[in-house]
DNA sequence: TGCCAGGCCGGGT
DNA sequence: ACCCGGCATGGC
């Protein structure tokens, strides 16, 4: 019997270590898409203000004065002003508010603001086609794929790439692309696995892999080599 | 208190 | 093709 892959190994430990993390923190696709941009190098408790002000928002646009503004048309007819208003405490307000609009302007325009159309496509293509909207790079874009279109595209970070360089697994200077590809030659093509081990990163990353404190006695995968 | 957080873009080499 | 400055708030 041939040992585990190393990625297996760490998945394993992580998840005995921490348990599920219940991911994306978000109610629905729509709502995942827009804490995807709005959390770009952004602690999540900053994020969940901004998302909780487009929530309890009325537009001052719409006729109806309905509450909230976390769905495609709502979100779509905001002002690009109005919205940088409201999502402030997600920090880069200005630039994110651009971003958010970039997306429903070419969401409306290429899918008439329907998800459903938006995911039935292969993910390749899903996954392309996100990148090409200005202010969606690749670990927003696979975020977008694996947590709201639920297809399974593993999503790379920072606390991806630390913790793997810190125990030794990736070269330093290891692209995006090529440490994805490491995970998903290295797994089984499967979204509830991509769920769990992304968010399992993540939660080693806040927890015991953070920029500043390169030494880590107490991290769980402490067996492994470490710097 | 300064440093950090679930990136990405655009201009300069 | 890289490299780097800029973007900004809130928490520890």
Redesign the pocket.
Known sequence: MPADKPLKVIYNKLLSHFGRQH???ARTPFEVIV??IL????????VE?AINNLKTAVNPADRDKSIGLLTPEKLYRCKLSDLAVLI??A??????AGRLKNFMDWFFENYDGDLERLFNKNISSLREELLSV????????D?IVL?AAEKPSFVV???TYRIMFRHRLIPEEITYDELKAFFEESLQSDVKLFNEYHALL?RL??TYC???KPQCTICPLGDLPHD
């Open positions: 991911w994306w923190p804490g995807a959390t770009q190098n952004t602690n999540w408790s900053n203000k402030k405490p920090g880069y307000f200005n630039i994110k200005r202010g969606i790079g690749p670990e927003t874009a975020s947590y970070d920072a606390y993540v990353g806040k953070k920029k500043t």
